[in-house]
């Protein structure tokens, strides 16, 4: 089953960024069907992510696709100073900190995008009855809001056998488990990520 890249990213088919470079790759691959988001296309689960990797020579390409909720608590538009702050570091924070690192913190952000979707958008909520947080009923804002980052990543001497670790729920505790799917010149690989274990290889 092909790997499903954020809409925003999928979007944009001409691929004329560096960062988009990850998304042109992983179009044209395959990988197992492990995470969450390939199970269920389109789900907004809160407590999950998707990660999407590209590894080439000392260069990592990635792609973070999660609700809005992980990372920020909650999902309607800002409407509190709290709250806005709260948006504006979780921004910062995606612009500047390498979602992955190596064991030695080797790795430097070189180019970051960050998308808050759903913003001012009207949506039936009716096909998820999964969802198991409480929705936001002001004014029929959505409460189904996502984050799409992208970042490009330059690190120091990446090994044939590379140990990566991630930051993320660290961070931002409403992260429960984070589905990684990776491409490299050795092949392709996945795994999940939880509080307990932040860590993943990639083997030549």
């Not at 608590?73 to 709260?86: C, M, V, Y």
């Amino acid at each position: 089953m092909p790997i499903q890249t954020p809409a925003t990213a999928r979007e944009r088919a001409n691929c004329p960024q560096p960062l988009l470079a990850l998304g042109c790759l992983l179009a044209a691959l395959t990988l197992p069907v492990h995470s969450y988001a390939a199970d269920n296309p389109g789900v907004h689960e809160h407590g999950h992510a998707r990660l999407q990797i590209a590894v080439e020579n000392n260069s990592i390409d990635l792609m973070l696709a999660s609700p809005a909720y992980n990372l920020a608590g909650f999902e309607h538009e800002a409407r509190t100073d709290e709250e806005k702050n709260r948006l504006s570091e979780i921004n910062q924070w995606l612009n500047n900190t390498p979602l992955v690192n190596t064991e030695a913190a080797g790795c430097r952000v070189n180019a970051a995008a960050v998308e808050l979707g759903g913003e001012g958008q009207k949506e039936d909520h009716g096909h998820h009855d999964e969802h198991h947080h409480d929705h936001d009923d002001h004014t029929g804002e959505t409460s189904h809001r996502e984050y799409d980052v992208s970042q490009q990543l330059e690190c120091d001497d990446l090994g044939a056998s590379l140990t990566l670790t991630s930051a993320l729920m660290e961070k931002f505790e409403n992260l429960e488990e984070l589905a990684v799917e990776w491409v490299s010149p050795s092949g392709q690989g996945s795994a999940r990520l939880n509080s307990s274990n932040r860590a993943f290889t990639i083997n030549e």
